[in-house]
């Protein structure tokens, strides 16, 4: 009895794992918004590349935010300031390596390749024979996969055959060999997205699937047009997936939500080069690149932010650059911060006032709010240098 018991329990368990794997094949919604074109060449582009890497920032604190790994661990050294200052380099090009993009490439779809016909060999086996290239050191897109079918056929194996053999041969770790319940079930992927975990659904989705496969255009985009929607954009500021996000609206003709969101947090050089991006991604005739120009000549690159903040703990400076540092603390801005905006809220009006815009109202409250806001702090900041015999810069 308790044999027989136990028989029925496992059958039960199995039968349990094979609905869960029938229902993980069932497809989620599919998206609204598709490339529908190759965006490949204009994502690679270097300019844009540049344009999207600046609107991404660099907050090292964000970048090395504590996260849940089996180690965790740290370790304390004894450095000479020379020393400090080449690990302070070190870490700003570990977190560029880490905010390196994903690619944004065309769907890639499944053409067949017929090898040769061998009517001969037709009937020869119930089973199809699978012949895979595991040579080492080869990347996964390059090994070749080929498929004898019953009837002899020899020819390439599909996309979704390629891909199982290379996984089981040359396992990724965390990648699953079916799709994973999360992507699977719609009620899980929606309660992902309610609960705002927009930065987790792209790192688990990067490690599924390959940027070409369906499932990652699709499930990518509902993420973005969710986040459109909730405006939570700051989530993935300092993130590699800000600017496949920023792309994706430029694409789109959508970037007045997240627009606003850099009115509204004082990022109008990032805003400059989201408006830039726009009309650069539909060959729209406006001058961008001189009012970029000069916005570059103001302020320094992120890198060169985060490592001037690292730096800062190597400042010996008189009591004169101590008050001058002080007041630009206090303050938020410095005297070019003040002539950047300048620049940039008149390419921004510009943009506003054109037939681009689609939400009009809120952009012009928002450029009117940091106008107002931008007018004390340099009333304030002429103020406090003239109070202490600071001359500007």
Request: with cysteine; hydrophobic share 35%; net charge neutral.
């Amino acid at each position: 009895m308790h044999l027989l018991r136990s028989l029925r329990q496992l059958n039960g368990l199995q039968g349990v794992r094979q609905a869960i794997r029938q229902v993980s094949s069932a497809p989620t919604k599919p998206s609204a918004l598709q490339y529908e074109r190759d965006p490949q060449p204009l994502f690679t582009d270097a300019e844009t590349q540049r344009l999207l890497q600046s609107m991404t920032q660099l907050n090292l604190d964000k970048v090395y935010r504590k996260r849940t790994v089996p180690d965790n661990s740290s370790e304390t050294k004894f450095m000479s300031d020379e020393q400090l200052d080449n690990e302070f380099q070190d870490l700003v090009v570990r977190a560029q390596h880490m905010l390196r993009m994903p690619p944004i490439v065309q769907i890639k779809k499944d053409v067949e390749r017929v090898i040769a016909k061998d009517p001969a060999l037709k009937d020869f086996a119930n089973s199809k024979f699978v012949f895979t290239d595991i040579t080492f050191g080869r990347r996964q897109s390059e090994r070749k996969v080929f498929v004898r079918e019953t009837d002899g056929t020899l020819a390439y194996a599909t996309l979704d055959t390629t891909k199982r053999m290379n996984q089981l041969y040359f396992p990724l770790e965390g990648r699953q060999s079916y799709t994973p319940r999360m992507f699977a079930l719609e009620e899980l992927l929606t309660k992902c997205l309610t609960e705002h975990k927009y930065e987790f659904i792209l790192d688990r989705l990067l490690v599924q699937y390959e940027p070409h496969e369906p499932e990652f255009h699709n499930i990518s985009a509902r993420v973005f047009e969710h986040l459109n929607e909730s405006k939570q954009f700051d989530l993935l500021r300092s993130t590699r997936h800000f600017g496949p996000m920023a792309f994706f609206y430029a694409w789109h003709r959508c970037i007045d939500d997240l627009l606003y969101d850099m009115i509204r947090r004082d990022y109008l050089h990032n805003a400059v080069e989201l408006i830039g991006l726009s009309y650069k991604l539909h060959s729209i005739p406006v001058e961008y690149q001189s009012a970029l120009t000069e916005l570059d000549k103001l302020h320094p690159t992120p890198a060169e932010s985060a490592l001037a903040e690292l730096r800062s703990v190597f400042r010996r400076q008189d009591d004169k650059q101590n008050i001058e540092q002080e007041i630009h603390t206090a303050i938020g801005k410095t005297d070019s911060d003040f002539a950047a905006d300048e620049i940039s809220l008149k390419f921004i009006e510009q943009y506003i006032a054109s037939e681009h815009s689609l939400k009009k109202v809120q952009l012009e409250l928002a450029v009117q709010t940091l106008k107002e806001v931008n007018r004390e702090k340099l009333l304030l900041f002429q103020g406090l240098k003239k109070a202490h015999g600071v001359q500007a810069s």
